[in-house]
């Protein structure tokens, strides 16, 4: 999944067949950091090559704050990992619309 961060507070989390400056188009605001997210440790890392911006190390914060408020996410990405058949890229853009639909 991939992340920008606005203003330095507000976190959206989307799937990676959208652009970071696709995103950021649509919520508008300053990007202040972006990247990609790893669900299963809640990190954040890597950055937008096209809009120039990395991630930070107190996005990984922002992550599991919003985990805390957001419906069960561990027990979410245990089910659909479990439903993926194989490693497809199909079945992974599933399961990032997904986990998206949750955290958007």
């Given at each position: 999944?991939?992340?920008?961060?606005?203003?330095?507070?507000?976190?959206?989390?989307?799937?990676?067949?959208?652009?970071?400056?696709?995103?950021?188009?649509?919520?508008?605001?300053?990007?202040?950091?972006?990247?990609?997210?790893?669900?299963?440790?809640?990190?954040?890392?890597?950055?937008?090559?096209?809009?120039?911006?990395?991630?930070?190390?107190?996005?990984?914060?922002?992550?599991?704050?919003?985990a805390l408020t957001t419906r069960t996410l561990a027990d979410e990405i245990k089910t659909v990992r479990?439903?993926?058949?194989?490693?497809?890229?199909?079945?992974?853009?599933?399961?990032?619309?997904?986990?998206?639909?949750?955290?958007?």
């Amino acid at each position: 999944m991939k992340y920008i961060v606005i203003n330095h507070i507000e976190m959206v989390l989307f799937h990676c067949g959208m652009s970071h400056g696709e995103m950021l188009e649509r919520l508008g605001g300053k990007c202040t950091s972006a990247g990609f997210v790893d669900l299963t440790t809640l990190r954040c890392h890597g950055e937008s090559e096209g809009l120039g911006i990395s991630s930070d190390p107190s996005d990984s914060i922002l992550l599991r704050h919003r985990a805390l408020t957001t419906r069960t996410l561990a027990d979410e990405i245990k089910t659909v990992r479990a439903s993926l058949s194989d490693g497809s890229p199909e079945a992974l853009a599933a399961a990032d619309r997904r986990l998206a639909g949750l955290l958007i």
